[in-house]
């Protein structure tokens, strides 16, 4: 009838669902399978907030594994060490690519990139 057609998200749960119980079913092992790409966003935010929750979301339904999401956000690319010009421009790409148009923070853990960068603090 076409009610879920818009309903990507829910649809590759379904799918996703389905191959498993299918693989399982044959015999055969769950790597190398390819998941619907909603449900995998979803589930690689989700993994990204709480790897825990994720966990449990996982043994129930089926999606990558944690290791697996590293790898491809990995390989998708990181920013450059230091402050650059192109890493400005990947995250403003990045964010006008999931439709964001507000304010964001660019920021790294890494406290050795530019030693001589200090803050300032204005006396207002």
């Not at 399978?33 to 996982?58: F, G, K, N």
């Not at 956000?73 to 010009?85: M, P, Y």
Request: one cysteine or more.
């Amino acid at each position: 009838q076409g009610r879920y057609n818009d309903r990507h998200v829910f649809l590759g749960v379904l799918d996703t669902v389905m191959r498993v119980e299918d693989r399982m079913h044959q015999g055969k092992k769950i790597t190398n399978m390819r998941y619907d790409v909603s449900y995998d966003e979803i589930c690689t935010t989700l993994a990204l907030h709480s790897p825990r929750s994720y966990t449990l979301l996982q043994a129930e339904l089926g999606g990558r594994g944690l290791r697996s999401m590293q790898r491809i956000r990995a390989k998708n690319g990181q920013f450059k060490s230091g402050i650059h010009d192109t890493n400005f421009d990947s995250a403003a790409a990045w964010a006008k690519s999931f439709g964001w148009d507000g304010p964001f923070i660019l920021a790294t853990d890494d406290t050795k990139v530019v030693a001589a960068l200090r803050s300032y603090r204005d006396g207002d």
